[in-house]
């Protein structure tokens, strides 16, 4: 079996500037063959089908800064850790179904923005609402706010603070007022394919941790 650790690291041989160059060139041929593919009838020339693959390519590379990575972290530490164990039970079993409700619970409960702040300019005031602390609120989540449970998702929908959503003028994320986090949607879908992937090549049947579960140990600020 390998390390997870190992699994997710960069490529050996990405340790140059040449060498990353060459990657890049191959992730962007990858993914103009991914674009051509699902959409075959794209009337894009050479260079605005390599923009838009590049555009995807940032997108992965860098949507949510450590946020994305952060959860993976967490939710691996959740699947290996003692604290998983102890909350989910030695039979729990990670599928397919599970996934959404999985990373959402996992973000509710270990937020990687433990903090929204912001400044009122007129008076100087400075807020921050402690989102670590309000996803663990017993009065919206029930006497069990502090346990990992995989909850339904329309009560995730009703309850969520995590990405700050009602930061949010009229609807408009756009609005200069509006601080919801615009790459909700893709953060999440980021995380949940990955752990599909590592689902389909056999999850922990497969992959085992580098370190005894005792040893994995996660909190709301880091794991």
Not at 2 to 23: D, F, M
Not at 46 to 59: H, I, K, P, Q, W
Not at 76 to 104: C, N
């Amino acid at each position: 079996m390998t390390p997870i650790l190992a699994a997710a690291s960069s490529p050996v041989s990405a340790t140059t500037p040449s060498s990353l160059l060459s990657w890049k060139a191959t992730k962007l041929a990858q993914y103009e063959s991914a674009l051509r593919t699902k959409f075959p009838h794209l009337a894009a020339s050479a260079t605005e089908l390599r923009r838009g693959a590049s555009t995807v390519l940032d997108s992965l590379l860098f949507a949510g800064g450590l946020s994305v990575p952060t959860v993976i972290k967490n939710s691996f530490a959740v699947l290996y850790g003692q604290y998983g164990r102890d909350q989910l039970g030695d039979h729990f079993e990670l599928t397919e179904s599970k996934l959404l409700p999985f990373v959402i619970e996992v973000v509710r409960r270990f937020p990687p923005v433990a903090g929204l702040p912001s400044w009122d300019r007129r008076t100087n005031h400075h807020t921050v609402v402690d989102l670590l602390m309000a996803s663990a609120d017993e009065d919206a989540w029930g006497a069990r706010a502090s346990e990992f449970i995989l909850r339904p998702m329309h009560e995730y929908h009703q309850k969520s603070v995590m990405w700050a959503d009602a930061a949010i003028v009229d609807s408009n994320n756009a609005h200069p007022y509006s601080h919801a986090c615009p790459a909700k949607d893709l953060s999440i879908v980021m995380v949940v394919e990955f752990l599909r992937a590592w689902l389909r090549r056999g999850g922990k049947a497969c992959w085992q941790a580098d370190k005894p579960a005792a040893d994995v140990s996660i909190n709301g600020y880091t794991s």
